[in-house]
């Protein structure tokens, strides 16, 4: 009798135990992106498991610009051609192995033999020596300022267990299961529609907040957004911004945008042939546009207004950005392009613009619209053409343009000088009109091997001063802002910086 | 009768040897240098002289186009589709990964089509000018009428998040394939309807039909018997023909509902110009447009002696 009730009495408390438990711990949450996660291969795909919280970096980039450590305790730069990197003690792969000085010179051994990101990302003659247990020195040949960027980056030197990498051959389906990384989540299964993971108890930094997480990949963005509204999914990344009445409109969902980004719709003016040949009148191009329209009534807020080429919160911002169409016509006035009823014309030939869009970003065709509208007050017509392929479309050989706008990152995890390189540099891939400003390409060289924060600030202020006022050719419509679609349990949530949607805290938003 | 199909195979051959031509000619003359598409598909921006040297080799990009096509056609017949530019992974491994949930769904919505044409067609017949007849002619007239997309997004918004029957996030299994099958099913049978009602008025106003009824023979027995057998022909090429169409717009059924087929997988392709995995994909569909025009021609010739001698 007394082994019955105490069987009882140890049941019920068993499952007054279990309820609490399931009581506390919320459900996985569930989110649904456009990319698919193609293997465990985490030279190759590896970079999208930083993004839902799966792998670390040993930097970390925020929005105020800066980088800060992350698995590395400190990143100091000890004289002009040496950093130190110290790694953060007690920190373990979710396999239970040590992350310490020889773990993280293993991954960047293997990542410079196997990815072409990170033989391209490391200055020639650069050598990553053990100098302590936890200590790496990082001697290079000329000041490398942009390691604490390049170490932040995803795709160059995630951390990851090499030598469980290695030891798999090409058959990266055995590294499901293996804890090759140090996030809070480990992933469990990975097939071509999901991934799926699960809580790394034993997480460095605290223990994750959720059981786990399934990421599910639909490329149809309507369909991410009914997987929410039908309570499949919690989170639908990259939803169109033309979705958010919809979304508004509808009952238990929200469109949620984030903190502003390091990127945006960008604008090339071609500086080879009227009438932008003339900065008169690609100055007054500038002038002429609103910005503020553009991102708060044309886009209703999703998008941040661009005070300059970069996020304002950044250092090096610089708010250049100046709507004055007043000052614009009398540019264009001194120009030669005069007002001949509602159209501006000089020799007989209007001024019309050939703007080259792209459908891939849907987004394009309010804003282009936008664009005609605005500059339209002022006499200039618009011609709007949707290519296949931008890039093919404005390079040589390429269709006949005045202007080409497409979305375009501006920083990479804190670093400047790639996006100036390949769309400003005399040699970089993606001049599309061939910018040729000594200053400029000055200013670019010296600002890659400079270190000092502060010139580096001057550099980069430099450039955009000139990029307004001296010898304008390339501009921001806009800042891009993060955004998701999420339903009540995630209302909360804002989309993450730097595609970093996943966290330890992340978490169900507290009950209103 | 083995002469004549032996002939429809020969013909059916070249036929897919002109197609591999068509599918070749997509790589050398896309617009741009594809050793700079390729390398860009990979993320490598900025590919140095090494870079381009080898992989130029490696696609034999230097050698005469007839060259270059023998050597690729060479290649297919081995089974090599060569390696997605996206992915690195074998082109025939990822198709054939996907090909299963695809043939699934395309199975399924044309066992459904068929089945719902044959039966509405006998209906609208067997009842012509009366209610049931009037209402069949109403939804052949909208299912033409209706692009596949379109119809497959009123099903989403209105059956699937609307009614709450079935799921927006598709697994695959058989258990979902019911709701895109019969999205695609019932938008193609509509056509197939259409033609077949017309085939079988025809065949019930021939001498044949009007002879046996006036010995008596019941309207569903002359309509089995002498009806379908046939107004058959015309319907069962019009199958055959649509079986390329079928396989190229799942992609889009196959996004909208996020069944994990080829849609994706291809539409993703399209996106990044992943040549060799779109030359796989039109090569696939071209060849199943073929073998099934085949296979059509000899049961036609089965069914209808004529044809035999004909040809």
Redesign the interface.
């Known amino acids: 009798m007394i082994f019955k009730r105490l069987t009882l009495a140890l049941l019920a408390s068993a499952l007054a135990v279990s309820a609490a438990t399931a009581q506390s711990d919320p459900a996985p949450l569930r989110i ?1 992106t456009s990319f ?1 996660i ?2 465990m291969n985490p030279a ?1 795909d590896g970079f999208w498991m930083q993004e839902f919280g799966v792998a670390e970096l040993l930097m970390k980039f925020y929005p105020d610009g800066t980088n800060q450590p992350w698995l590395l305790e400190s990143l100091e730069n000890k004289d002009a051609l040496t950093w130190v990197a110290t790694v953060r003690d007690g920190i373990t792969f979710q396999n239970g192995k040590v992350l310490d000085a020889d773990a993280v010179l293993a991954v960047i051994k293997r990542q410079m033999a196997v990815s ?2 990170a033989t ?1 990302a490391v200055p020639e003659g650069t050598t990553f020596v053990k100098t302590g247990n936890m200590e790496i020195t990082i001697s290079t040949v000329a000041p490398w300022p942009e390691l604490p960027g390049i170490l932040s980056n995803e ?1 160059i030197f995630l951390i990851y267990d090499a030598e469980a990498a290695d030891a798999v051959g090409d058959d990266w389906t055995k590294l499901t299961n293996a804890g090759i990384y140090t996030g809070p989540y480990t992933v469990t299964s990975l ?3 999901r991934l799926d993971a699960e809580r790394n108890d034993s997480y460095w930094n605290g223990e994750p907040a959720l059981p786990g997480l399934s990421v ?5 963005p ?2 991410r957004i ?2 929410v ?2 309570d ?2 919690d989170i639908a990344l990259y939803p169109p911004i033309a979705a958010r009445p919809v979304v508004d409109a509808t009952p238990g969902i929200h469109f949620n945008t984030g903190t502003t980004g390091t990127g945006g719709f960008l604008g090339f003016m071609n500086v080879n042939q009227p009438p932008f040949d003339d900065v008169r009148v690609r100055q007054a191009l500038m002038q002429t546009i609103d910005y503020d329209e553009i991102a708060n009534v044309v886009f209703g807020g999703a998008l941040a207004e661009a005070k300059g080429l970069y996020n304002e919160s950044f250092p090096w911002a610089r708010q250049t950005y100046v709507t004055d169409p007043t000052a614009a016509a009398a540019l264009l006035d001194e120009a030669g392009w005069l007002l001949d009823g509602d159209m501006r014309r000089k020799d007989g030939e209007a001024l019309e613009l050939k703007v080259v869009i792209y459908p ?1 970003q849907p987004d394009l065709v309010p804003l282009s619209g936008a664009l005609q509208a605005q500059v339209r007050k002022l006499g200039i017509g618009v011609k709007i053409q949707s290519v296949d ?1 931008v890039y ?1 479309a404005l390079g040589k ?1 390429g269709v006949d343009w005045d202007l080409g706008i497409s979305s375009e990152g501006t920083v990479s995890w804190g670093v400047t000088s790639p996006f100036l390189t ?1 769309y400003l540099g005399p040699a970089g ?1 993606r001049n599309f009109a061939s910018y040729a400003n000594p200053e400029v390409h000055a200013l670019i060289a010296e600002l890659k091997v400079t270190v000092d924060t502060t010139r580096r600030d001057e550099i980069l202020g430099r450039i955009q001063d000139i990029l307004v006022s001296e010898d304008p050719y390339v501009f921001a419509f806009n800042i891009h802002k993060g955004r998701v679609v999420v339903n009540e349990t995630y209302a909360g949530y804002e989309p993450g910086f730097a595609l970093y949607h996943v966290s330890p805290t992340t978490a169900p938003s507290p009950a209103q | 009768m083995a002469v004549l199909i032996l002939k429809r195979l020969a013909q059916a051959v070249l036929t897919a040897l002109a197609a591999t031509v068509i599918v070749w000619a997509l790589l050398p003359l896309s ?2 240098d594809p050793v700079m598409r390729i390398l860009e598909a ?5 590919p140095n002289d090494l870079q381009i040297a080898n992989l130029r080799a490696e696609l034999a990009l230097d050698e005469p186009l007839p060259l270059q096509y023998v050597q690729w056609l060479g290649r297919v017949v081995q089974g090599d589709l060569s390696v997605s530019y996206r ?3 074998p082109v025939l491994e990822e198709i054939g ?2 090909l299963p949930a695809t043939l699934m769904l395309l199975g399924t919505a044309l066992a459904t089509s068929v089945i719902l044409a044959l039966i509405l067609a006998l209906i609208s017949v067997a009842w012509r000018g009366r209610w049931p007849d009037r209402v069949i002619l109403l939804y052949t007239q909208i299912g033409s009428a209706l692009p596949t997309f379109v119809f497959a ?1 009123l099903v ?2 209105y059956v ?2 609307g009614a ?1 029957v079935g ?3 598709s ?2 299994t058989f258990a979902l394939v019911l709701l895109p099958a019969l999205t695609i099913g019932v938008d193609r049978a509509a056509g197939w309807t259409q033609l077949l009602r017309a085939s079988l008025l025809q065949a019930m106003n021939s001498n044949f039909a009007q002879v046996a009824r006036a010995r008596g023979a019941s309207r569903w027995f002359v309509l089995s018997r002498h009806g379908l057998p046939n107004g058959l022909l015309p319907f069962l090429t019009a199958v055959g023909v649509s079986i390329g169409a079928l396989i190229g717009g799942a992609p889009i059924i196959e ?4 069944w ?1 087929g080829l849609g ?2 291809l ?2 392709a399209l ?1 990044a ?1 992943d040549f060799p995995v779109i030359q796989g994909f039109v090569l696939l569909s071209g060849l199943a447009y073929v073998a099934a025009s085949f296979l059509v021609d000899v049961v036609a010739m089965l069914l209808d002696p004529r044809l035999r001698s004909a040809r």
Do not use: C, M, W
């Not at chain 1, 599910?216 to 149809?220: A, N, P, R």
């Not at chain 2, 990979?42 to 900025?46: A, L, M, N």
């Open positions: 649904v698919d193609g293997t190759v072409d990101s391209g795709a097939t071509s529609a599910s990949f639909v490329t149809d309507n369909a009914l997987a509204q039908n499949e999914a891939q392929d093919a050989g390949r891939n | 617009p741009g990979r993320f490598i921006h900025e992915t690195g992974k990964q996907r997004l989403l918004q699937v998040v709450g799921r927006v996030l697994s695959g996004e909208i509902f996020t994990p994706r997988y539409l993703q996106s110009r």
